[in-house]
Structure formats: C-alpha cells, structure tokens
C-alpha cells in the first residue's frame, strides 16, 4: 500500500471513518468486522475465553462493531458445525455476557449473527461431520450426496420462527448492540429462498414471496422480541451464482421485502456448502479485491436501508472509494481482521502501509477445520490473543542478536527481537529481502506476498535492525561477530533427484523459472504436482505458455488445505494438462521420458521445470549454531514448511531472547 501523507484522526479516508447511525447505535466508522466463527467454543456451545479474546482484539483494531458468526438458535436441528454457539444451550449467557463487556471495553459495538443450517444441521458439511442432529431437515423432500433430507414440517417451521425471537431477546439481555439474521450461504432460510431446494406447496413454497416467508416471520419474531430502535441486521445473498437459483434481479426482490424490517442489509453471494462456490462466497486469490462488491452497490440503488458490503476487502483506499462513491454505507472485513486485527486504527492513523496483508491462503478456514482454533500465515498471534494478554517481560539485559537469513522468518525475528530491546543485525547472502517470498509472489494473482514483503522490509527498518545484503554469513563471520544470540534462517534449498539428463539446459529449477521467466520456452513440463508446481502453472499459463504438470501422486497439491485447493483446482485444470500417477525417467532432447501404467510415453517440451520439493540444509545449520551456546533455528532451515510457519517460528523464537 502506498503511504499517503495526509495525517492522522482518519484524515485519508473520510468518508470511511465517518459515523453512520444504525438504530440505537451510532458507529464511529464505517467498519464493521465481518461474522466469523472459529472452533473456539466448547462442548457445551458457550464462549470460551480464547473465543473472548479474539473478538475483543479485533474490537482493540478500531472497528466501529465486532460481529461473532453462526450462533446456533435451534440446536435440536440447526447445529451444522461441530462446536457452534449454541444460544439454547443452558449456561450460555455467562460467556455472551463476558464476549459484549470485552468488546464494549475495547471500543466498538457488539454483534452476533442467529444462524440455523437447515439441512446442514443433520449431514456433514465444511464445518462439521460429528454429532449432526438426528434428522436432516430442509425445505423438501430430497437426497443429498452426505444423505437424505425430510421437508421440514410446519409445526418444526413455526417452532424455529419463535426460537429466532428468544435468541435475539438472549441476545440483547447479554449485552450485545444489534444482532444479523443469517439468510445467505446456503444455510437455512438461504436454502427454503432457493428454487432448487425449495419445491412445497404451501406457504413457505411456490412464488419468490411464499419462499421469502420463513425468513420474513423469523425476522418480524426478532423485531417483536428487541423492540422497534435495536438494530437488525440482515444478511442476504446477491446472487446465488448458479444457473437455478437466485439471481441478482431475485436477490433484489428479497431486499425490498425486508426493506422496513431491518435496519442494515448486508449482501454477499454464493454457497459456503458448494466447493465449486466457496472460493467466491471467500474470494479466493484469483479474485480480484471486492469481487462481490457490485451486488451490494445495485441493491443499495432498490432500498432505502443502509447496505453492508463484503468480498475480500484488504485496501482502506478500496474502502473510501466504496464508501465515497456510494456503493456501499459500510464494509465487513472477515480474513482481513485476522491477518491485521488493528487494520481500521492503522489507516487511521495515517499509517495503511504497515497493514499486514491477508494473503487469502485459507489457513485461518483450515485451522478452524483440522485443528478446531484460528491461526493466520501471516499474524503469528492469531488465535493466541489470550496469552499475548500477558506478554513476557522484557529482557533484563540488551543482547547482540545476529540473524542470518532474510526471509519471512529472518525478518519477523529480527523484527520482534529489536522491538523487545536487542541490537540486532540481519546479513542476507543475496541483494533483497524476501527470501522465497520473491518466487512465491511473482504469479499474477499473488500481489498480496509482494506487499507482505514491503511491510515487514519497512518494519524491519522502523525497529532499528541493522541490514546488510549481499552478505554470506561464513562460519569465520559468525565467530568475528561473536553474537550473544544467533538466529539461523537459510531456508531450504531445492531437490534435485537423480534424473538423468536434469543437468540438461532444458531444465530450469522452480524458483529460476518463477523470477525469470525469460528462461522458459513455449511448452512447459513442471516436474512435480505439489503447490509450487500447481500455482506455477498458473503464473506461466497466464503468460500465455502451454503446462503439462508430471506427478507421481494420484492427486495434484495433495498437501494444500481443502480450502485453497477449492479455488486452487480449476485453475490448474484451465492452465495445465496433468499427468497423475506418471514418473519422470529421463530428460531428454525432445522433452521428457515417463512412464504411467506400465508404460513408457514421451512429453515433448522445450522446457523442464523442476518443482520437485525443497530440503532443509541441516549440514549448515550444524555448521552455525556449533559456533554458539545460544541459538535458534527458524524457518525453513528447521523444517520445510509454509509462510505461517516461517512467521510462527520467528516470532515465538525471538520472544525466548
């Protein structure tokens, strides 16, 4: 992001930083952040006080509402993630109560989304494949590749109606300032407004209005149950994005019945159950920044209620120009309040270059997933808020600190290790820092790595580290320098098997072939079907090469998270021919000898890449840290792994210092 030198107190965006009232409450500014609902709840459905803490940071970040994700009104039917928020839970309302005093304190004005997964609450869905409810129930009758569904039934309809009205009364009595129904995604009412799904024939069937009317009474419940000025949110879909369902025209239609119901209308898009569309209800990287904007703007133009817009949001100057312009009167930032919680005070402040990018990875959707926490590529604190409220003291005595290596890890250590005191000196062998991150962000769609490599640059400086580039830390330098405290963050250098014929001028490695492009001829064969083989496939076909991607596997990015990989995919399929389950044998003059099923085939290329992995240099790491008592062994040269755990390992490893 480009600095803009224009003051603080909100100075460079205007319009963004001016209130908006909302009912009862009157925002600061025009940020809200989006519902989200990482695993941090326990089995019982309440708060735990992780959860507490992460929403209270990102109410520290200057947001003018906090908004917590897919609180569960009806939990005999409506629990579609394994650990959910469960507002009919007994015991509950203590943490709900703690969750608003938290964001209260730090600021901002608490939210929670009344979430219901319709079917979703009895089969397996992204969020959850345990202990579903007993039934499926749906607007009708039909089966679905997790199960089959029963039609709810009208007495179930009107039960669940009456359960929206005690959530939001739960609701408000605990504390929170305004509550979001939930009518998008796929999940319930989003489900019952659906062609496709919705096929009964009576009230709740039929016309766009009859369909509308499950979410219309649920919405007049909450009303009833808050009174007239509480402020209701509501959010709803622009357009389905498929072929049967809801489109843009439909979606309208939907705003203007609910139009004098609530008092902010929120508009998203897409299918969180669809894989096909989870990567544009979540933009993915291939996305350009606010991708779903649009929907919100032509809504806007067809209601009188203030809109909400949503799609990936990281740039406050994209923000202002929103708001400016009048597309949206607010913006709802989900993954960027993870990567950079204190994002909406930063452009305040006048300082939106030091906004640590989201790099839409998916790690915090994967960790919610697999590991039942959030966690961030880029935030080493994410989803650790409640220890980082008692951080370490600072160190007694001032240490000489030297680190060799200047990517991700290298400079998140040198970067924490000078904020808590040290002098510290970084030497990187090569004339930029970045490390990897420079191969790493050079196709099209991975801007966000370049720019993550400026903040931290720009950080590193801000903290007084001592830079040197193009300098080789020997092992006769590491003892001329004699450190109290050597940080070793060399990375990993690339694979390269015993293929005969790799020594060809055919071949060209990974990272060789991402930051010089110039190298590659027409037809391209990739060596290796892992991420760095995947992604390059894309850059190199968006140059207009044409890519056979060879590997062993059955599957291509076998190791990327489910997340990623969704939008991942059908861009590989786009840009590439795979050849799974194929091994490489020879290079050879006219491309490359392998052999699938037994038998042997010829691809022809006029370039080899190889992307067959990467391996830490542990023979070097020895060779250093043997010339220390104290040291830390970071990155990639610990273990071969992913930004997230670059950044983790400096992080953590410069607060034992």
């Known amino acids: 992001m480009e600095k803009k030198v224009c003051g603080g107190h909100g100075k460079c965006y205007p319009h963004l930083f001016s209130p908006l009232r909302i009912g009862n409450i009157k925002m600061k500014n025009r940020i809200i952040c989006a519902p989200t609902s990482p695993s941090m709840i326990d089995l019982n459905g309440h708060f735990t006080p992780e959860m507490i803490a992460y929403l209270e940071e990102k109410a520290k970040g200057g947001a003018g509402v906090v908004t917590y994700g897919e609180a569960i009104v009806h939990s005999a039917t409506g629990k579609s993630h394994n650990k959910q928020l469960q507002l009919d839970a007994f015991g509950v309302r203590q943490g709900m109560t703690e969750a608003a005093r938290a964001i209260h304190n730090a600021g ?126 509501a959010r709803i879909s622009g357009d389905d994005m498929t072929d049967k369902g809801l489109n843009l025209e439909d979606c309208i239609k939907v705003a203007e019945m609910i139009d004098d119901k609530v008092d902010l209308i929120n508009v998203s898009c897409g299918n969180h159950e669809d894989p096909d569309m989870f990567c544009r209800t979540h933009p993915s990287a291939f996305y350009p920044r606010g991708v779903n904007v649009y929907l919100a703007a032509e809504i806007k133009k067809h209601v009188k209620t203030p809109v909400a817009c949503v799609g990936s949001l990281n740039d406050p100057a994209q923000m202002e120009e929103i708001i400016a312009t009048g597309q949206a009167d607010a913006v709802e930032l989900g993954r960027a309040s993870l990567a950079d919680p204190y994002l909406p005070k930063k452009a305040y402040d006048g300082c939106a270059e030091d906004i640590t990018p989201c790099l839409r990875c998916y790690e915090c959707f994967g960790a919610t997933g697999e590991l039942e926490m959030v966690k961030c590529a880029v935030n080493p604190t994410m989803g650790e808020q409640l220890a980082e409220k008692c951080p370490r003291p600072l160190p007694k005595t001032k240490k000489k600190v030297l680190i060799v290596g200047g990517g991700p890890a290298g400079m998140e250590a040198a970067i924490t290790a000078a904020n808590r005191g040290h002098n ?234």
């Open 108 to 233: 901002a004005y608490a939210n929670i989304q009344l979430s219901h997964g319709g079917m979703y609450g009895g089969l397996a869905s992204v969020g959850g494949d345990v202990d579903t409810c007993n039934v499926a129930y749906g607007p009708s009758d039909m089966h679905m590749p997790a199960g089959d569904v029963k039609e709810m039934p009208n007495e179930l309809v009107y039960e669940i109606i009456e359960s929206y009205g005690k959530a939001a009364k739960l609701c408000k009595e605990t504390g929170f300032d305004m509550v979001q129904v939930h009518a998008a995604h796929g999940w319930l009412f989003s489900q019952f407004l659906s062609p496709v799904w919705n096929k009964r024939t009576d009230e709740f069937g039929g016309s766009l209005e009859n369909r509308a009317r499950f979410f219309l009474l649920a919405l007049d419940a909450v009303r009833k149950a808050v009174g007239p000025q509480f402020p209701i949110e």
């Open 424 to 657: 510290v000196t970084l030497v990187e062998k090569s004339d930029k820092l970045g490390g990897n991150l420079h191969p790493a962000g050079a196709a099209y769609f991975k801007e966000d790595i370049r720019k993550l490599i400026c903040v931290l640059e720009q950080r590193c400086k801000k903290a007084g580290v001592n830079i040197f580039l193009n300098t080789e830390a020997t092992p006769e330098y590491v003892k001329e320098f004699a450190p109290d405290a050597l940080f070793v963050a060399i990375g990993s250098n690339e694979l390269r098997p015993p293929i005969k014929g790799l020594d060809s001028d055919k071949v060209v490695m990974a990272i060789d072939a991402e930051l010089h492009p110039e190298k590659l001829g027409q037809k391209i064969v990739i060596m290796g079907g892992g991420l760095v083989g995947a992604e390059a496939s894309i850059g190199f076909h968006h140059e207009g090469k044409e890519c056979v991607i060879i590997e062993m596997k059955p599957v291509i990015a076998e190791e990327v998270n489910s997340f990623y990989r969704g939008g991942l995919m059908p861009e590989v399929a786009k840009s590439a021919t795979c050849l799974v389950n194929t091994k490489v044998k020879e290079i050879i003059p006219t491309g490359v000898l392998c052999e699938k099923d037994g038998e042997e085939i010829i691809v022809e290329a006029d370039t080899v890449v190889c992307a067959l992995g990467f391996r830490s240099p542990y023979d070097k790491v020895d060779e250093l840290t043997d010339l220390v008592d104290e040291y830390y062994v970071i990155g990639d040269c610990k273990k071969v792994g992913k930004i997230y755990d670059a950044m983790n390992t400096g992080y953590y490893s410069a607060l034992l210092v």
